[in-house]
């Protein structure tokens, strides 16, 4: 089982990036995908989360209307696309699979995303 995160890198307040999970070694369309962040000195938290199908996404408050997560079952992969990036968005971000079904939970080992000037 392999999540690989890319896309991160350093931005300027204001710009955008969009992060790509790739997914291997599971039945992708059949787990719900998420992003979280990891800020320096703080907790891991919930970014966006999207449905196995692509049907429902919901956000954490702090990026709603400027992040949105959507997917390709066909390209095993999930994105993340981040507009008006803040410093605070400053973080490393997680690709992270989930099924209650299996009983599955796995994680990539992150991409690091820079809001600098």
């Known amino acids: 089982v392999q999540l690989v995160e890319s896309g991160g890198g350093l931005v300027q307040p204001g710009g955008s990036l969009r992060l790509s999970c790739a997914a291997s070694g599971f039945t992708f369309s059949s787990y719900v995908m998420m992003w979280y962040r990891q800020a320096p000195g703080k907790e891991r938290e919930l970014v966006a989360r999207?449905?196995?199908?692509?049907?429902?996404?919901n956000y954490a408050d702090s990026v709603k209307g400027r992040f949105t997560i959507s997917r390709d079952n066909a390209k095993n992969t999930v994105y993340l696309r981040m507009n008006s990036l803040k410093p605070e968005d400053t973080a490393v971000y997680y690709c992270?699979?989930?099924?209650?079904?299996?009983?599955?939970?796995?994680w990539g080992k992150g991409t690091l995303v820079t809001v600098s000037s």
């Open positions: 992270n699979a989930n099924s209650r079904f299996y009983g599955q939970d796995y």
């Open positions: 999207i449905t196995s199908a692509g049907g429902t996404t």
